[in-house]
């Protein structure tokens, strides 16, 4: 008998009744130190009190109203987006899903608008992750996320991840776009290097193609910049935004050029409920902080106090690390057991951590996280791994 709720995950027994910062308490009473974030949702934490603040005073004045109206909330936090990024617009959905279905869209109707109607193409890469929608699973390619969901959207070149012949041999008059993470996260938390990040910009100015960026994961002060893409000093022309955006509550956005996103006029695309005034109003706070200079300079001091931290953990765990991935609050651990008996002890030793891709143990904590904190998760990850080498 199928339960009420459709089992397409395979969930571990916690229940978490209450959170404040970097911590979730069970039902029971136990609690969790939570590098997982809910996947790099709580970009903040559990309860800050500014998202509680704003969300509780919007919630007293206005829920929804749809897009058919203008909303002060959404409008601003555009303009906060604008101001400190590439982009000319935005578009606000409720998910990075959500948000790649638009990117796929803008992309191809900007050549149909050129008068190139033949340059849908998209080149992707392996071990790209972009969502569970059609086009996401479509744009990723792996049999894991699209056996059984045939047939496939078209449109999508699936190029080995770091091959640049590949990518060169790829470009045809068909193509009108390049999507890529700057880092994967689901792929196992692995980097795209400046001096590729740059090329990819180089390849798409040199052919006239679109460069997508997916920052779902790895934006919002994630990698110690406001995105990741920034560290290469370079622009995409759509970029893809979700979960830190909203610090937990749901919302995503497509951020564009005015070239790119020509060809999206009234009656294009549309969401109901995509940038209602109270996740707009939780999103000004999250930018509100998350822009602050001191903010992200201090994401990168704790980022490099927990990396020299995990060095050491891998140092003396040899039999079951073998590295450290990653940059910023966005760091992995490659495994050489199995990185889902990781997380399991993880439970036991009271720890969130997240599985990932090319076995990698995912460590996404909360940005606001702790000193303290950071050696507390160090003592407790190595309480997990000595769990699995104990005879």
């Given at each position: ?19 404040q ?25 559990h ?112 190029l ?18 390049i ?17 590729c ?62 070239t ?35 903010f ?37 651990l ?58």
């Amino acid at each position: 008998m199928i339960p009420s709720i459709l089992p397409t995950y395979n969930r571990a027994p916690l229940s978490f009744v209450k959170g404040q910062g970097a911590w979730l308490t069970e039902a029971d009473g136990r609690r969790f130190l939570d590098l997982g974030a809910g996947i790099a949702v709580n970009a903040l934490g559990h309860a800050h009190p500014a998202l509680i603040k704003a969300l509780s005073d919007q919630a007293q004045d206005l829920w929804h109203v749809s897009n058919l109206y203008r909303i002060p909330q959404q409008e601003a936090l555009a303009d906060r987006l604008v101001e400190h990024t590439f982009a000319d617009t935005v578009f606000f959905t409720n998910s990075g899903t959500e948000a790649c279905e638009l990117a796929v869209k803008m992309a191809r109707k900007y050549w149909h608008d050129k008068g190139q109607p033949q340059r849908t193409d998209i080149l992707t890469f392996e071990g790209a992750f972009h969502g569970r929608s059609s086009a996401g699973i479509a744009a990723a390619g792996s049999e894991k996320m699209t056996a059984g969901f045939g047939p496939l959207l078209p449109g999508f070149v699936h190029l080995p991840w770091g091959d640049h012949e590949a990518l060169r041999h790829a470009i045809t008059d068909t193509v009108g776009a390049i999507l890529i993470e700057p880092v994967q996260g689901e792929g196992g938390i692995r980097p795209l290097p400046d001096q590729c990040l740059k090329g990819l910009r180089d390849v798409c100015d040199e052919h006239g193609l679109l460069l997508i960026l997916d920052e779902v994961q790895c934006g919002m002060g994630r990698t110690g910049k406001l995105f990741a893409h920034e560290w290469a000093g370079i622009d995409p022309d759509i970029m893809m935004v979700a979960k830190g955006i909203g610090g937990g509550f749901p919302l995503g956005a497509v951020l564009a050029t005015a070239t790119a996103a020509s060809g999206m006029v009234a009656g294009t695309h549309g969401s109901t409920y995509g940038g209602n005034p109270l996740g707009c109003a939780v999103g000004c706070a999250v930018m509100d902080i998350v822009t602050d200079p001191r903010f992200l300079s201090e994401i990168n001091r704790k980022a490099g106090l927990l990396r020299q931290k995990l060095e050491s953990l891998v140092a003396a765990h040899p039999d079951t690390f073998e590295e450290v991935r990653g940059t910023g609050l966005m760091l992995g651990l490659k495994c050489k057991r199995l990185n889902t008996d990781l997380v399991a002890a993880g439970y036991a030793a009271e720890i969130l951590t997240v599985p990932a891709g090319d076995n990698v143990l995912r460590l996404l904590p909360p940005l606001t996280i702790s000193d303290e904190d950071i050696r507390i998760a160090i003592d407790r990850l190595d309480r997990a791994a000595s769990s699995l080498s104990a005879p």
